[in-house]
């Protein structure tokens, strides 16, 4: 099995600067046939459904701030919150789905404002 | 719209059967794959499996293999998680999700139930 660490556990950054999380990989999650990082990445706030930030690495879902990215390859990879709003405040998971099952989420990451 | 609208939250007796539920609408059930996550209460998500709603095809975490058992009715758009034998480790939040690409069961999950609560306890 894939194993997913995120680091830092957690963080608090202020408003307007910048935020970066990290995932790592015990693999890659690179499928060279189609170059693509079989990576996402998760916002979950409190009494909500996680929900969907990046696809395929570095892929804004639709409706996704542009001050959300992400980056990486292979084993190595990227959350950036270019300037912080207080509705960024939330737990971060990354999740490889290369493979076979179980497609493991890191352990999270907690973003205090 | 597209929605995943789940059951209600459950308290069980370790050793009863329970299943929960997953309403699809928006979209056509048949056509894609529900997976189900696992929160526990104040920790990380789980993969626990993933079905697809038209052939019924199934892929399980061996965490959940031979404890629960995913299904899909496609006469009601509905997929369930079932068990025959709670236990108190079995507590926590499910969430079903799809993933993003209906011709792949492993795919980013872009939409997410609300969560149904189970709590096991004697």
């Known amino acids: 099995d894939i194993v997913m660490t995120q680091s830092p556990d957690s963080l608090t950054v202020s408003l307007g600067e910048r935020a970066t999380i990290n995932c790592k990989s015990s693999q890659s999650v690179f499928y060279s046939a189609i170059s693509k990082n079989y990576l996402a990445w998760y916002q979950q706030k409190p009494g909500q459904p996680p929900k969907l930030l990046i696809y395929w690495a570095s892929t804004r879902e639709s409706g996704v701030p542009d001050r959300f990215s992400g980056s990486g390859s292979a084993t190595d990879f990227t959350l950036t919150i270019s300037s912080l709003q207080a509705e960024d405040a939330a737990v971060y998971y990354c999740?490889?789905?290369?493979?076979?099952?179980?497609?493991?989420f890191g352990q999270g990451t907690k973003l205090e404002i | 719209e597209m929605l995943l609208v789940q059951s209600g939250a459950e308290l069980k007796k370790p050793g009863e059967s329970l299943k929960i539920s997953c309403k699809v609408s928006?979209?056509?059930?048949?056509?894609?794959?529900i997976g189900w996550v696992r929160q526990m209460p104040g920790k990380g998500l789980e993969w626990l499996a993933v079905?697809?709603?038209?052939?019924?095809?199934?892929r399980y975490s061996p965490s959940i293999q031979g404890q629960a058992a995913i299904s899909a009715d496609k006469s009601t758009s509905t997929a369930y998680l079932q068990w025959t034998n709670l236990q108190a480790s079995d507590s926590g939040i499910y969430y079903c999700?799809?993933?993003?690409?209906?011709?792949?069961?492993?795919?980013?999950?872009?939409?997410w139930g609300q969560g149904t609560m189970v709590t096991v306890s004697s």
């Open positions: 999740q490889e789905y290369y493979s076979s099952p179980p497609y493991r």
């Open positions: 079905i697809h709603c038209g052939d019924s095809s199934t």
């Open positions: 928006g979209y056509t059930f048949a056509n894609y794959w």
């Open positions: 999700a799809r993933p993003r690409d209906m011709t792949r069961g492993s795919d980013a999950f872009d939409l």
